[in-house]
């Protein structure tokens, strides 16, 4: 019988030979989960001879993941901004830019507090919305990130709001976070404001997601990938309305596509925020836009 390091070297090369990037790591993602292993136990136990049993749990694994169904689906979690997610089809699969995006709020929020020395409104906000929350991810990391937030979460989907749910459940959050379906902030009290406005919002277009992987492409909900107007549309809306919600001093965030950045700067400032700014992502792309009331 196979030593359990034989089953991850062939396993890599299976899925290397399916175009999973990488193919190590995911090998041996998915041969610890079947296992009930953690990475680190694997290492300590790469000599280890495998049953048949073990083998019968580790196939379908494999099998699914060489299909390129996402491994945060075949996981069932993903752990992103110190958070462990319930991941599946119902919402986007938590992207590491937004991530970025998570920590590059909480910076800059910090970051004005220590100007200012107003630490306790301003780093720790009290009024929080995240629009088009999806798994819930943005949220609930800035819910945890700042425990005297109040945070709003809306989505169009009922889908999404259900996974963003139990996960806020899951974390013990659900008080702190209010899920509201609405179409960007359509069904929001009206005159309600925040000290800090979120969003990944669709952006891409569809040429765009038809050259995307099968991971993208087939298995993410499409309304959360894709908007009109060249990837613009919901963007526009974001912005339009957006210095209507935010109060004195609020800051919009915002992750975009890498070329969309000198239209957005221009329609943020005709819409009366101030000092609009571009910031790239790690990889030096301009990913995400701000601006402040």
Request: proline share 4%.
């Amino acid at each position: 019988m196979p030593t359990l390091l034989e089953i991850i070297q062939k396993t890599t090369d299976f899925l290397t030979s399916k175009g999973v990037e990488s193919a190590r790591f995911n090998a041996e993602q998915l041969v610890g989960h079947a296992l009930s292993l953690k990475r680190m136990q694997l290492y300590l136990q790469f000599e280890r001879v495998l049953a048949e049993a073990d083998l019968e749990k580790i196939r379908p694994l494999v099998k699914r993941r060489a299909q390129r169904e996402p491994l945060q689906h075949i996981l069932g979690t993903v752990e992103w901004g110190g958070l462990t997610l319930k991941c599946d089809r119902r919402a986007l699969v938590p992207r590491p830019e937004t991530e970025e995006l998570f920590e590059l709020v909480v910076t800059r929020r910090a970051l004005v507090a220590a100007t200012t020395g107003d630490t306790a409104s301003t780093a720790a906000p009290l009024r929080v919305l995240d629009l088009g929350t999806g798994s819930g991810a943005l949220a609930l990391a800035l819910a945890k990130a700042w425990p005297e937030a109040q945070v709003t979460a809306v989505d169009a989907s009922d889908d999404a709001l259900a996974l963003a749910r139990e996960n806020a459940g899951t974390l013990g959050l659900s008080e702190r976070v209010t899920f509201l379906k609405s179409d960007w902030f359509s069904a929001l009290p009206a005159g309600e404001t925040f000290d800090v406005i979120v969003s990944n919002p669709p952006y891409l277009t569809e040429a765009e997601v038809a050259a995307a992987e099968p991971e993208v492409r087939v298995h993410d909900p499409r309304a959360a990938l894709v908007a009109s107007d060249e990837g613009l549309a919901d963007l526009r809306v974001i912005v339009r309305d957006a210095a209507a919600r935010l109060a004195d001093g609020g800051m919009l965030a915002l992750e975009t596509g890498i070329a969309q950045h000198a239209v957005l700067l221009s329609e943020i400032t005709a819409s009366g925020l101030q000092r609009a700014e571009s910031v790239p992502d790690l990889s030096k792309r301009d990913r995400f836009a701000l601006a402040w009331r």
